[in-house]
T-cell receptor, first 110, second 115 residues
Framework: GENVEQHPSTLSVQEGDSAVIKCTYS??????FPWYKQELGKRPQLIID?????GEKKDQRIAVTLNKTAKHFSLHITETQPEDSAVYFC?????????FGTGTSLTVIP | ETGVTQSPTHLIKTRGQQVTLRCSSQ?????VSWYQQALGQGPQFIFQ???????GRGNFPPRFSGLQFPNYSSELNVNALELDDSALYLC??????????????FGPGTRLTVT
């Protein structure tokens, strides 16, 4: 099956700085790559996604890039704010099934 | 918040017992996936149901089984509970027949504790 690796496991940034989280996947059949934000005690929430026919997608302060050849994709958050503090999960989806990374705990220091 | 609901919210069981968890998918969604999320880990794919048929399974033993009903709600059954089954169980739904077929929305989860 698909194997997704995510780095770093923890990340601390100063408010206003940028944060980057990186993921790799193994299954070339994966064609959809969502990112989820999970706050303590809450369900994962979809924040941005990208399909395999697109190299980059941006939504306000959040952007995702995908390199199909290298099988890696990244989440970029600019101008971080304290409310961005949470655990972020990447996922890769072959055949509508979702395989998640192990998560990155992001702390934004005011 | 999404329209995906799960019950119960919390559950405590004893090793060796059986448990059934329930999920109501978002209106119009015909696909339900189940995940196990251990503390501090990412969700692990258990299996997926599409139009009442199992459509893919992760690396979980047969004692994890499920059902999907005609209204697309779903159940996760776990037999012979083990201590390691203690986790948050999440379901997520999507509509594979729509343009947004890849977008998956999670329920709030059921916290299962096995003692």
């Amino acid at each position: 099956g698909e194997n997704v690796e995510q780095h770093p496991s923890t990340l601390s940034v100063q408010e206003g700085d940028s944060a980057v989280i990186k993921c790799t996947y193994s299954d070339s059949a994966s064609n959809y790559f969502p990112w989820y934000k999970q706050e303590l005690g809450k369900r994962p929430q979809l924040i941005i996604d990208i399909r395999s026919n697109v190299g980059e997608k941006k939504d306000q302060r959040i952007a995702v890039t995908l390199n199909k050849t290298a099988k890696h994709f990244s989440l970029h958050i600019t101008e971080t704010q304290p409310e961005d503090s949470a655990v972020y999960f990447c996922a890769a989806s072959p055949y509508y099934q979702f395989y998640f990374g192990t998560g990155t705990s992001l702390t934004v220091i005011p | 918040e999404t329209g995906v609901t799960q019950s119960p919210t919390h559950l405590i069981k004893t090793r060796g017992q059986q448990v059934t968890l329930r999920c109501s998918s978002q209106s119009g969604h015909n696909t339900v996936s189940w995940y196990q999320q251990a503390l501090g880990q990412g969700p692990q794919f258990i299996f997926q149901y599409y139009r009442e048929e199992e459509n893919g399974r992760g690396n979980f033993p047969p004692r994890f089984s499920g059902l999907q009903f005609p209204n697309y709600s779903s159940e996760l059954n776990v037999n012979a509970l083990e201590l390691d089954d203690s986790a948050l169980y999440l379901c997520a739904s999507t509509n594979r027949s729509s343009a947004a077929r890849y977008e998956q929305y999670f329920g709030p989860g059921t916290r299962l504790t096995v003692t």
